[in-house]
């Protein structure tokens, strides 16, 4: 379905089992209604949002004062923000299942994708380290604080919630940096032609995975002149970790590709927001689970999905009609 609205209403009529998968999206509008009657399932998805920095142009050619621009910002506020009205209980991590964003990240690949492994790469919201590192990177450079006055924030239309993210982080700088960045929103075709062309400075971009392994996200990064590389990075360390790991299995190829984030993540040519949920409804008559992603198998409910599908039965739903001309 191409508009959400409709698929809700249809799921709401009983002639769609689930909404809030990979192919659909509830609104955060409607999560509020409907939190009131439904309770939401909740599961992680290997989706990763983050800010992309072009590493060819200045400042942002040097890593301290791209880590400084990392560090300032708070995440725990910004996926709390996500939530709006509607939010119930922000813990140290998580979110309430209601929301798409399902854990601060202070790494660049979802943790689903590596047997959920969650390494810390950062102190998320370190705004003293960050402003040191701004004030030696400037010092480095030869540059002031009017040097950045002249940047600007891309983001496009096809991020969920982008208006919000990007505002947030814009008062997070300011606050922390007293460097205000402006924004500019784009059609997603002319946003890809200028990261394409590297025509910008700071872009918000995020990644679904295809496949079930952490590769998917930092084979991107490998060379420079790859198509989705839009940062311009390329690191031999880097590199040489990631043709290690095709050579090895298991926990140790997963210890391999877990060093060649962190190099990555240390010299910051992306800064990582957060790691998406999935945020879904069923027809609680289903006694099967339908995968989220990918292949659209069925599998048993698990403990957990039988509990909501119990709590949901009492929600309003009305029955699929009966095909009359399929007899008994």
């Known amino acids: ?28 509008e409607e999560v509020s209604k409907l939190e009131k009657t439904w309770t939401f399932n909740s599961e992680p998805q290997p989706y990763s949002v983050f800010i992309c920095l072009n590493t060819t142009k200045p400042p942002f050619t040097h890593v301290k004062i791209r880590r400084a621009f990392a560090l300032a910002i708070n995440r725990q506020e910004l996926i709390g923000m996500l939530g709006k ?5 922000i813990q140290a991590d998580a979110i309430s299942p209601a929301y798409k964003a399902g854990l601060s990240a202070t790494n660049l690949v979802a943790p689903c994708l590596k047997e959920n492994r969650c390494p810390q790469f950062f102190k998320d919201n370190d705004v003293i380290q960050a402003n ?6 400037m010092a480095e450079l030869g540059i002031t604080k009017e040097a950045f006055k002249s940047l600007t924030f891309l983001y496009h ?3 969920y919630a982008a208006d919000e993210i990007v505002q947030v ?15 500019e929103k784009l059609d997603f075709s002319i946003a890809i032609d200028k990261l394409n062309s590297r025509d910008y400075s700071i872009c918000l971009s995020s990644w679904l995975a295809f496949y079930d392994d952490p590769m998917n996200i930092l084979q991107m990064f490998k060379y420079r002149n790859y198509g989705r590389n839009f940062t311009g990075w390329e690191h031999p360390k880097f590199i040489e970790l990631l043709n290690r790991s095709n050579y090895e299995e298991g926990c140790k190829r997963l210890l391999t590709l877990e060093k060649a984030e962190k190099v990555l993540i240390d010299d910051m040519p992306v800064i990582p927001l957060y790691h998406k949920n999935y945020v879904y409804l069923m027809n ?13 198998l069925l599998f048993p409910l698990s403990p957990a999905q039988k509990e909501v599908q119990k709590e949901n039965k009492h929600s309003r739903i009305k029955k699929k009609p009966k095909n009359p001309l399929v007899k008994k």
């Open 284 to 296: 609680p008559e289903l006694e099967f689970n339908i995968s989220l992603w990918g292949d659209r």
């Open 169 to 183: 982080i814009q008062q997070q700088w300011a606050k922390v940096f007293g460097i205000f960045i402006k924004l």
């Open 85 to 89: 009205g509607c939010k119930k209980n």
């Open 1 to 28: 379905m191409e508009n959400d609205h409709v698929t809700l209403e249809m799921f709401k009529q009983g002639t769609v089992d689930m909404i809030g998968d990979s192919l659909t999206d509830i609104s955060l």
């Open 157 to 159: 239309s096809g991020d």
């Open 132 to 137: 040191i590192l701004l004030n030696e990177g």
